[in-house]
């Protein structure tokens, strides 16, 4: 089944203790990108990835970090959170980025709360 | 500013009625307009993606309908059922600039009571 897969679903952790979310897509998606959603303010983007080695800012990334070693692959790192990013965080490939009339699919989504 | 404004910001209608949901933006150069249904908690799930020569497009019981001059879009919704009930967004991609991303409205919260 063509999806892109999230870990954890949820998750607590405490002010300054780095942690990692993953997320996995299978349809060999050349662009991923993470945003968060917080409520009355949507969906906004943090980073995202036009392929490969290819990573850079969205709306929102200050205390993010990304990486993408491979095509399937797309991690966000918080490296000290804080309370303020927690909130509910989605990861989405598409076939090509913007402009492009391909769908983007959405994972399930990572409820993070930073305490 | 790229801006994509959505109203009503919720609605409650009764099972089996028809309802009509609004999107204007302010996206250029516009490349397409997506509207996507999100189950509470889960990660939205795209209904249409249309692009600039076309005006409606239909998906079972969702029509969108998009106005290139005006900047508007609608997402009617046919003999609703309990199901449908979520937040329905819209999100526009622009050509273009130095960010891959697209514009999401703030969506629209759909409660279909029995």
């Known amino acids: 089944e063509a999806q892109v897969t999230q870990n954890p679903r949820y998750l607590i952790t405490v002010t300054g203790k780095k942690l990692t979310v993953t997320c996995s897509q299978n349809?060999?998606?050349?662009?991923m990108s993470w945003y968060r959603q917080d409520p009355g303010l949507g969906l906004r983007q943090i980073y995202y990835?036009?392929?490969?080695?290819?990573?850079d800012k969205g709306d929102v990334p200050e205390g993010y970090k990304v990486s993408r070693k491979e095509k399937r692959n797309f991690p966000l790192i918080l490296e000290s959170p804080s309370p303020n990013q927690t909130s509910l965080y989605f990861c989405?490939?598409?076939?090509?980025?913007?402009?492009?009339?391909?769908?983007?699919?959405f994972g399930s989504g990572t409820r993070l709360t930073v305490v | 500013k790229n801006q994509v404004e959505q109203s009503p910001q919720s609605l409650i209608i009764l099972e089996g009625k028809n309802c009509t949901l609004q999107?204007?933006?302010?996206?250029?150069?516009?490349?397409?307009l997506r509207w996507y249904k999100q189950d509470t908690g889960r990660g939205p799930v795209s209904l249409t993606i249309?692009?600039?020569?076309?005006n409606t497009k239909s998906n079972g019981r969702y029509t969108a309908t998009l106005d290139a001059d005006t900047k508007q879009s609608s997402l009617h919704i046919t003999a609703s059922q309990l199901s449908d009930s979520a937040s329905y967004i819209c999100v526009v991609s622009a050509y273009g600039g130095s960010q891959g991303n697209l514009i999401f409205g703030k969506g629209t919260k759909l409660s279909v009571k029995p």
């Open positions: 990835s036009m392929n490969v080695e290819v990573t």
């Open positions: 349809m060999n998606h050349e662009y």
């Open positions: 999107c204007n933006y302010t996206v250029s150069p516009f490349s397409n």
């Open positions: 249309m692009t600039f020569s076309e």
């Open positions: 989405a490939s598409s076939l090509a980025g913007w402009g492009a009339n391909y769908g983007y699919t």
